[in-house]
């Protein structure tokens, strides 16, 4: 009887840190008691911090971050140096960011060959014709694989984009993680087993509230 009773009940989510840290990269998955969790990721020079909401149904806790802030921050103008229906666009990026980037005027995004970039006191700048489509999509590719969209307003001829709070952060919608006794699943990529490696510490409870702090 005993054994059937236990055979019945829901797998517990057992609150900690599980790790998935592998060659150059460090990965942590933190899960707290009051459905909230922290995920951090490491890897060169980028750091990814997010944290949000957990939910379990069976043996799968679903996971989906907080809102996150937006990727890019876009300032427009109208300059007199640049030439007649052309368009300049402006990148606060350092130089190891530049050839990563890509962006497209249409009413969809479309992955378009690398423009010619020159380096400039802000960052990389290119000209290019002005578009027909007000619409500009853009993406950092290092850092994410999905473009975001921004509307340009008209009679600006000059657009400067830098990096916002959000670039790099990684979204999850109710992403289902497969529960075991001493790890989580992936169940989008079965390679990466999140290793239960102990129970959270008191200093690290202060992130399983969500709040506006720039860590997010």
């Known amino acids: 009887m005993e054994n059937t009773v236990h055979g019945q009940k829901q797998p517990r989510v057992i609150p900690g840190y599980y790790n998935a840290s592998r060659m150059e990269v460090a990965e942590e998955l933190c899960i707290f008691e009051n459905n909230r969790f922290v995920y951090v990721m490491s890897y060169g020079a980028l750091d990814i911090f997010v944290r949000g909401a957990w939910t379990q149904q069976h043996d799968t806790i679903y996971l989906s971050t907080d809102k996150v802030k937006s990727k890019y921050f876009l300032a427009f103008s109208l300059d007199k140096k640049v030439p007649a229906g052309k368009l300049l666009l402006v990148f606060k990026f350092g130089y190891q960011h530049a050839p990563y980037l890509n ?78 006794d001493s ?4 169940l989008n990529d079965e390679q990466r087993k999140f290793r239960y490696t102990g129970p959270v510490s008191a200093e690290d409870k202060q992130y399983a509230q969500p709040d506006t702090t720039k860590r997010m």
């Open 103 to 180: 962006f497209s005027f249409a009413s969809h995004p479309v992955v378009a060959g690398h423009p010619g970039m020159t380096q400039v006191a802000e960052g990389f700048q290119t000209l290019v014709d002005m578009p027909v489509s007000r619409q500009l999509w853009l993406v950092h590719t290092m850092y994410d694989t999905e473009f975001s969209a921004y509307a340009l307003p008209a009679n600006v001829n000059k657009v400067v984009i830098a990096p916002g709070d959000g670039l790099g952060k990684p979204v999850f919608h109710n992403m289902p993680f497969l529960l075991g």
């Open 183 to 186: 790890c989580v699943i992936n």
